[in-house]
C-alpha cells in the first residue's frame, strides 16, 4: 500500500480539480500486480504530497517503487526485500544510501528488510510505476542513466 501524505512544508494537499477536496489517500498494490502507469489507477496521482510504503507478504518478497512511468529509472526508483513475515512501514523513501544495498533490522515498528535506492531529486514525491519481482540482471541493480 503506498499512502500520500500531504508535504509538511507546503500546507493542506488540495485537490483542485475536484472542487479543493482532501488528496491525502490510499493506493493498493495487489501483490505480484506491475502498475506501469499510476495516473490510470490512483486518481490521487495529480495531488501535491509525498508517498510513504507500507509493505506485506512472506520473506523474499521484492518490489521496486519507481520515480519514472513504464518502469523507467531515470527519476529514481527503491527496491525493497523483505527478510522476515513482519509488515514493513517506511516513512521516508528517501532515507537511505544511495547506490548500494543496504539492510534495515527489525524494530518495534517494522519488520526487516533490504533495500537499494537509487536517488533522484524528490523521488518520495513522484512514485509513478510500481513492479514484483528482479527486473534488473546480475546482483547490482543499473545506475541512473544506464540501460536496463
Not at 500520500?4 to 479543493?20: H, M, N, T, V, W
Amino acid at each position: 500500500m503506498l499512502s500520500k501524505e500531504q508535504l509538511f512544508d507546503s500546507g493542506p494537499a488540495i485537490d483542485f480539480r475536484s472542487g479543493g477536496g482532501n488528496c491525502e489517500a490510499l493506493f493498493y498494490v495487489d501483490a505480484g500486480r506491475d502498475i506501469a502507469d499510476m495516473r490510470r489507477d490512483f486518481s490521487y496521482y495529480f495531488c501535491e504530497g509525498m508517498y510513504t510504503l507500507t509493505l506485506e507478504g512472506p520473506p523474499g518478497t521484492l518490489v521496486t517503487l519507481f520515480g519514472g512511468f513504464n518502469f523507467g529509472i531515470e527519476r529514481g526508483y527503491l527496491i525493497l526485500k523483505k527478510k522476515d513475515d513482519r509488515q514493513i512501514w517506511i516513512l521516508h523513501l528517501e532515507e537511505f544510501p544511495s547506490g548500494r544495498w543496504a539492510t534495515q533490522e527489525a524494530t518495534s515498528k517494522s519488520g526487516a528488510y533490504e533495500v537499494y535506492y537509487q536517488a533522484a531529486p524528490n523521488f518520495r514525491r513522484n512514485v509513478s510505476s510500481v513492479k514484483w519481482g528482479a527486473w534488473w540482471g546480475g546482483e547490482t541493480p543499473p545506475e541512473l542513466g544506464a540501460e536496463k
